[in-house]
């Protein structure tokens, strides 16, 4: 069905419906758009997709509510907003339509799903409250998108419709640029497990450029793997490798003697020609050239595996 009509609710917008008509409008750019709680809008019809609004969840009749008792849930049994159900069902189409191709596109919609939509999901239906964010609970997605309403002076569905579609620019972008990311990582980790192979048992991983890596040297069970070194514009970089997702702790620091230190101090420092600088919390160094960055790598796993090193663990 190709709709002649994107139908949401009018009055005050939330971050679902936002995102759904950011994903409908790309793949039915000729519909046009209808904000309404008028009931000859919002049922079904073979002229219009309906969401967010209507009472019920019908795909085959193409209306994707989520209000009414009985709304669907996802197999794990949490709920969906309206852009869960809309990425659910066109998610694919909308990353076949952003150029993703036809392989990675079930990885891609996976991985977007958890990180991006189902969040939304869980604050519209109050399952997650954004004040687990502490002091960051009014920079969420859902919170920042809110703030384009209209303020309470300023009524009418034509301060509304403004606000929307002020509101529905930034969340196409960041829909756009969550969509890009998640494809990136994709691209990165096959870079990265081709370079993780050919390291072998060494302790330092070398990339092309900089790029995620985290998650191909946990796929990879590289456990071995202590630093990484990368070119960068004008000089290279040697950085740690976080132990978890969440947090800062590295399986090994760099060695304390270099925190801080830059140019010449560095270099007397660590006895390398060309060690630039060393951050003082000792995760990310910089140096001229590969040799000196690949020089400053070894030095800093003969540390962090020294038998010293190793009692004090």
Known sequence: MIPEFLVTHSGGFHADELLSTVILTRLFPQARLIRSRAAEWIRPGADRIVYDVGGQYDPAAGIFDHHQRGAPLREDGQPYSSF??????????????????????????????????????????????????????GLTLPALLETLKPVFDEAGQEADDRGFQAALAIARTLVEAGVAQRFAKLRAEALVLQQIARAGDGRVLELPMGMPFRPAVVKAGADHLLFVVHPRDKDWCLTGIRKADEGFELRADLPAAWAGLTNGELEAACGVAGASFCHNGRFIAAAATREAALAMAELAVAEAISPAMETKA
Not at 93 to 122: M, N, Q, T
Request: charged content about 20%; hydrophobic content about 50%.
């Open 84 to 137: 869960g159900l809309i990425w659910k069902h066109y998610g694919r189409d909308y990353l076949a339509a952003s150029g993703v191709p036809e392989d990675h596109i079930e990885a891609v919609h996976a991985a977007f799903d958890a990180r991006f939509v189902l969040p939304v999901d869980l604050v519209d239906n109050g399952a997650l409250d954004p004040s687990v964010a502490g002091p960051l609970a």
